[in-house]
Every structure is written in structure tokens, then in C-alpha cells.
């Protein structure tokens, strides 16, 4: 069956911080194109690949991706909270094809998921419980990374999964592109920041509270001009997409991480989602491009992207 595919970024500051109204009305308009291809496309399963913040996955164990095969929302930054609908039965023979190709991902049965997978459905089906869900984890802010390789060849063991798969199935990216968000760093963080990485599940509200706030002080500031995090790099996010585009997923192989963080910020390894998510839509056959929008935002912390994708029959 013919695979379709959205890759969008996300950002946390999307309800709490306005951009200039001429871009908010340019967002709407690829938002509601997006909604138009995945109306269109009608699927009857999505998987999901995102990275977590921190809410889901610790250095307690870090794995560099995990499948669930149940899952809930966490409630972050105003995203959807509670049970989500995780089609347990296709997600756990999903995993098991996986592991089977020599591929080393890790399951979970109860996957806490926040914004980074939860807004993109939000923002496609405006809601979480439209369409039944597989979600993967793809480790976009906890160094040390896989190689890029790596996300190549899962994504690829999915696609061949998904595209032998009766169901009509959406893959949805979420995350990247070039963005330096004030998430805490293991090798700069002081005792208490380490506790929270280490394992810093369902913090107390005021916890939380403060951690949204100083993420939405950073996009003022940022917008400002007088934040210290690292620009955007709009060249850097064009030739990503471009490497999306092009259908030859052997490109993602040049990726180097430490570069990455260094040109790109260090969230630009969320695009790691994005390249297992185009490396499971190579893995069913030739696709074409439909959607490729670009924007920097700065009010949202983020080189903002936005792509739709469809295999040829
Ligand atoms: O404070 C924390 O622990 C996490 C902060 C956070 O959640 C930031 C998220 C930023 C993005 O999702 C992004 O810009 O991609
Ligand atoms: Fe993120």
C-alpha cells in the first residue's frame, strides 16, 4: 500500500508567544493545507515519530528510539493529557519486525508523550483520538547520538513494515529544523537540573510552570535579539529539506552530530525524526513532494518547516 507523509516542526511557544500577524496567517494557511493533504489522504493508522523534552524519556536509560506500544499525553505547554490510541496490537508486531532486522529499538508500554508528538496531531486532526496511532520515540535532545545512519535504517525497517502493511497509514515527522531552545544539558546542568534528567517524571506543577515559563522568557528575548542561545540557520534548514526532497535518503548518512549542534543548535537533532520518517517513505517505493514551506520564527525558537510527501503508485 502507498505510503504519505507530514513532517512539521513543532514549538512550545505556538499558543504563548505571537510572531508578527502576516506570519501567523502564513502558518494558518500551511496548517490548513496540511489538514487538506491528510483529509485526502483519509488514513486509518499514523505513526508518529518525535522526540520527548524530558517529560517521557531520562538518562535513567536513554534509549536512542523506542516504540510504544501504549501511550498518554502529558499535558506540556497546554497539549492534549490522558490515554492516547495506540493501536497495541500493530505496534507491538511492528517492534517485533524491527528487532528481527537486526535493528536495536527499544518498547515501551506506557510511552508518555508531550508536545513534540502530541501537537502535530493536534494541529492535523485537531485532536489526538481522530485516528489510531503507533508512536515513535526518536532521541532528539539527550547526546550521545546514533549516527545518522542509524535513524536511516530504522525508519527504513518501518516503511517496509508500513508498506506491507492494508491500512491506509500516515507517517507524521515532528520537530527540528535549526532551533537552540534553553533545553537543560546534561554536561552544563548543576545537581538539581541532573535530578530532573535523570529522572524528572510528572514534576509538581509549579515545577512545570517554571520550567514552560523560562522556555517562553528565552522566545522573548530571542525575538528580542538579546537571548545568548544560537541563531537559526535558514541555509542549514534548506539544504536539510533539500536532502528530504531529493528521495535519496543516503544523504542523512553525512549528518554528523557534534557539526550539528555547532551550525544548527542543539535541538536540530529533532530532524532526526524527520529522517526516520523519510527513510520509512523511501523504503515503499519513490515519493513525491507536495508541501515544502520554510520560515524562520524566532518568536517560536524555531526554523519552521513544514513538508508533505506521498509514495508513487
Ligand atoms: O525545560 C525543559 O526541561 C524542557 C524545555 C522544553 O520543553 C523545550 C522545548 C522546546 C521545543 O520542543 C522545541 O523548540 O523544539
Ligand atoms: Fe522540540
Same mark, same amino acid.
Given at each position: 500500500m502507498s505510503l504519505a507523509l507530514v513532517a512539521m516542526s513543532h514549538s512550545p511557544l505556538l499558543d504563548y508567544v505571537q510572531p508578527a500577524p502576516e506570519v501567523t496567517q502564513e502558518l494558518i494557511g500551511v496548517f490548513d493545507r496540511a489538514r487538506a493533504f491528510v483529509t485526502e489522504i483519509d488514513p486509518e493508522l499514523v505513526i508518529t515519530f518525535a522526540p520527548d523534552h524530558y517529560n517521557g524519556f531520562f538518562y535513567e536509560v536513554m534509549p536512542p528510539s523506542c516504540i510504544g506500544t501504549s501511550a498518554f499525553g !502529558? /499535558? %506540556?505547554?497546554g497539549s492534549a493529557e490522558g490515554a492516547l490510541p495506540v493501536r497495541t496490537d500493530l505496534a507491538q508486531d511492528l517492534a517485533a519486525r524491527v528487532l528481527e532486522s537486526d535493528i536495536d529499538v527499544a518498547v515501551s508500554h506506557l510511552m508518555a508523550l508531550d508536545h513534540g508528538a502530541v501537537q502535530p496531531l493536534e494541529t492535523l486532526f /485537531? /485532536? !489526538? %483520538?481522530?485516528v489510531p496511532i503507533i508512536p515513535v520515540f526518536v532521541n532528539g !535532545?539527550?547526546?550521545p547520538f546514533a549516527p545518522m545512519r542509524r535513524m536511516r535504517l530504522l525508519g527504513e525497517a518501518i516503511g517496509r513494515w508500513a508498506a506491507a502493511r492494508p491500512e491506509r497509514i500516515l507517517l507524521v515527522a515532528s520537530g527540528g529544523l535549526s532551533h537552540d531552545p534553553p533545553v537543560p544539558q546534561w554536561a552544563t546542568a548543576d545537581e538539581r537540573a541532573r535530578e530532573l534528567l535523570l529522572a524528572g517524571k510528572n514534576p509538581p506543577a509549579e515545577v512545570r510552570a517554571a520550567r514552560q515559563q523560562r522556555v517562553i522568557d528565552t522566545a522573548h528575548a530571542f525575538a528580542a535579539g538579546t537571548a545568548t542561545i544560537r541563531d537559526l540557520n535558514p541555509e542549514w534548514d534548506q539544504a536539510f529539506m533539500g536532502d528530504c526532497a531529493s528521495g535519496d535518503v543516503g544523504r542523512f548518512d553525512a549528518y554528523v552530530a557534534d557539526e550539528m549542534a555547532e551550525q544548527a543548535g542543539h535541538s536540530s537533532h529533532e530532524v532526526r525524526a524527520w529522517v526516520a520518517a523519510f527513510s520509512a517513505l523511501a523504503a515503499a517505493g519513490a515519493y513525491a513532494i507536495g508541501e515544502r514551506f520554510y520560515r524562520p520564527i524566532p518568536e517560536y525558537i524555531a526554523g519552521f518547516g513544514v513538508m508533505t510527501a506521498t509514495t508513487e503508485d
Amino acid at each position: 500500500m502507498s505510503l504519505a507523509l507530514v513532517a512539521m516542526s513543532h514549538s512550545p511557544l505556538l499558543d504563548y508567544v505571537q510572531p508578527a500577524p502576516e506570519v501567523t496567517q502564513e502558518l494558518i494557511g500551511v496548517f490548513d493545507r496540511a489538514r487538506a493533504f491528510v483529509t485526502e489522504i483519509d488514513p486509518e493508522l499514523v505513526i508518529t515519530f518525535a522526540p520527548d523534552h524530558y517529560n517521557g524519556f531520562f538518562y535513567e536509560v536513554m534509549p536512542p528510539s523506542c516504540i510504544g506500544t501504549s501511550a498518554f499525553g !502529558v /499535558g %506540556d505547554y497546554g497539549s492534549a493529557e490522558g490515554a492516547l490510541p495506540v493501536r497495541t496490537d500493530l505496534a507491538q508486531d511492528l517492534a517485533a519486525r524491527v528487532l528481527e532486522s537486526d535493528i536495536d529499538v527499544a518498547v515501551s508500554h506506557l510511552m508518555a508523550l508531550d508536545h513534540g508528538a502530541v501537537q502535530p496531531l493536534e494541529t492535523l486532526f /485537531g /485532536g !489526538v %483520538d481522530a485516528v489510531p496511532i503507533i508512536p515513535v520515540f526518536v532521541n532528539g !535532545v539527550a547526546p550521545p547520538f546514533a549516527p545518522m545512519r542509524r535513524m536511516r535504517l530504522l525508519g527504513e525497517a518501518i516503511g517496509r513494515w508500513a508498506a506491507a502493511r492494508p491500512e491506509r497509514i500516515l507517517l507524521v515527522a515532528s520537530g527540528g529544523l535549526s532551533h537552540d531552545p534553553p533545553v537543560p544539558q546534561w554536561a552544563t546542568a548543576d545537581e538539581r537540573a541532573r535530578e530532573l534528567l535523570l529522572a524528572g517524571k510528572n514534576p509538581p506543577a509549579e515545577v512545570r510552570a517554571a520550567r514552560q515559563q523560562r522556555v517562553i522568557d528565552t522566545a522573548h528575548a530571542f525575538a528580542a535579539g538579546t537571548a545568548t542561545i544560537r541563531d537559526l540557520n535558514p541555509e542549514w534548514d534548506q539544504a536539510f529539506m533539500g536532502d528530504c526532497a531529493s528521495g535519496d535518503v543516503g544523504r542523512f548518512d553525512a549528518y554528523v552530530a557534534d557539526e550539528m549542534a555547532e551550525q544548527a543548535g542543539h535541538s536540530s537533532h529533532e530532524v532526526r525524526a524527520w529522517v526516520a520518517a523519510f527513510s520509512a517513505l523511501a523504503a515503499a517505493g519513490a515519493y513525491a513532494i507536495g508541501e515544502r514551506f520554510y520560515r524562520p520564527i524566532p518568536e517560536y525558537i524555531a526554523g519552521f518547516g513544514v513538508m508533505t510527501a506521498t509514495t508513487e503508485d
